[in-house]
T-cell receptor, first 113, second 117 residues
Framework: KQEVTQIPAALSVPEGENLVLNCSFT??????LQWFRQDPGKGLTSLLL?????REQTSGRLNASLDKSSGRSTLYIAASQPGDSATYLC????????????FGEGTQLTVNP | DAGVIQSPRHEVTEMGQEVTLRCKPI?????LFWYRQTMMRGLELLIY????????DSGMPEDRFSAKMPNASFSTLKIQPSEPRDSAVYFC???????????????FGQGTRLTVV
C-alpha cells in the first residue's frame, strides 16, 4: 500500500526566508505527483503537478521537484510571505485499479511578518 | 469555469438521519473522486468514478455509505443512517488530462462540513 510522508509536520519561518518542504513515498509506481495548498476551513488548491516524465515544475515563487528513484519530492518556496501561511499537501498519483491519489498528512506553514 | 461545486457547504444532522452530499465536477472532466478529511486520519479516498462508472470503492467505510454518478455532471454521496463518527469534511474532486501520456491533475471543491449530533 502506498504511503506518503511529509516532513516537517509544522514549520514557522520569518518573512522573506526561502524554505523547503519534503515529501516521500514508498512505491515508485507513482506516476505523477501533485502539490496542494489548503487554507483553514477551505478546500484544496492545486499548486503544481509534476508528471512522471518531468523532474520539476515551477510556478512563480514555487518550484517542485520529483525524484522517483529515491521516492522523494520537494516544494521550494522562495522569499516567503505571510500570505503563504497554509497547510501544504503532497499527493501521489498511482495506477492501481484505475487512478488513485494518495495524500501525505501535510506541512503546516506559518510565515511571520 | 466555476470549478468543482459542492453542496451544501455545511450540514448538521441528528444521528440516524439520512444525509446526501452533492457534487458537480468541472465540465469536461471524466473522473470524479470523493474524499473524507478528519484530524485523525487526514484525507482518505472513499470512491472513484471514471466515465460515470465506479472503479474503486474500497475506501467506503461501510454499507451505510453509497455513491452514485448518474451523469457526467453530477454525483451524490449518501450516508444512511448517519452516525457521530461520520462527522468530517467531505471533498469532491475531478480530474482532466494534463499534457500527454494520460497524466492527470485533480481539482477539489470547497467541501461539505458534516456534523452528526
Amino acid at each position: 500500500k502506498q504511503e506518503v510522508t511529509q516532513i516537517p509536520a509544522a514549520l514557522s519561518v520569518p518573512e522573506g526566508e526561502n524554505l523547503v518542504l519534503n515529501c516521500s513515498f514508498t512505491d515508485s509506481a507513482i506516476y505523477n505527483l501533485q502539490w496542494f495548498r489548503q487554507d483553514p476551513g477551505k478546500g484544496l488548491t492545486s499548486l503544481l503537478l509534476i508528471q512522471s516524465s518531468q523532474r520539476e515544475q515551477t510556478s512563480g515563487r514555487l518550484n517542485a521537484s520529483l525524484d522517483k528513484s529515491s521516492g522523494r519530492s520537494t516544494l521550494y518556496i522562495a522569499a516567503s510571505q505571510p500570505g503563504d501561511s497554509a497547510t501544504y499537501l503532497c499527493a501521489g498519483w498511482e495506477e492501481t485499479s484505475g487512478s488513485r491519489l494518495t495524500f501525505g498528512e501535510g506541512t503546516q506553514l506559518t510565515v511571520n511578518p | 469555469d466555476a470549478g468543482v461545486i459542492q453542496s451544501p457547504r455545511h450540514e448538521v444532522t441528528e444521528m440516524g438521519q439520512e444525509v446526501t452530499l452533492r457534487c458537480k465536477p468541472i465540465s469536461g472532466h471524466n473522473s470524479l473522486f470523493w474524499y473524507r478529511q478528519t484530524m485523525m486520519r487526514g484525507l482518505e479516498l472513499l470512491i472513484y468514478f471514471n466515465n460515470n462508472v465506479p472503479i474503486d470503492d474500497s475506501g467506503m467505510p461501510e454499507d451505510r455509505f453509497s455513491a452514485k454518478m448518474p451523469n457526467a455532471s453530477f454525483s451524490t454521496l449518501k450516508i444512511q443512517p448517519s452516525e457521530p463518527r461520520d462527522s468530517a469534511v467531505y471533498f469532491c474532486a475531478s480530474t482532466r488530462e494534463h499534457g500527454t501520456g494520460g497524466s492527470t491533475e485533480a481539482f477539489f471543491g470547497q467541501g461539505t462540513r458534516l456534523t452528526v449530533v
